[in-house]
């Protein structure tokens, strides 16, 4: 993909989360999809995009999918070489 792609992408991503925010649904499992190590960085970019560090284990992705989907999309933005 190119970076105006990327960009795109990590948009319409952010648009999404916007709405997900609404839902009040906590139950994200993203374990079938993702091995640990892909997990854990996840979990990194959620918890830093979310400005908070969890009570426990920083390797747990959150469940808040809007909060996943946020830290999606500027993974996407920096890959694209361009600042959020």
Same mark, same amino acid.
Do not use: C, F, T, Y
């Given at each position: 993909m190119t970076p105006a792609l990327l960009r795109l992408a990590a948009h319409l991503l952010a648009?999404?989360?916007? *709405?997900f925010a609404n839902h009040g649904c906590n139950d994200l499992d993203v374990s079938k999809h993702l091995d640990a190590e892909d997990q854990d960085a996840?979990?990194?970019a959620a918890w830093?995009?979310?400005?908070?560090?969890?009570? *426990?284990?920083?390797s747990e #992705?959150?469940? =808040?999918?809007?909060? #996943?989907?946020? +830290?999606? +999309?500027?993974?996407?933005?920096?890959?694209?070489? =361009?600042?959020?």
């Open positions: 648009e999404a989360a916007a *709405e996840l979990a990194r830093e995009w979310n400005g908070s560090q969890p009570d *426990e284990d920083p #992705v959150p469940g =808040s999918d809007w909060i #996943v989907m946020h +830290a999606l +999309a500027r993974m996407l933005v920096l890959k694209a070489g =361009s600042a959020p």
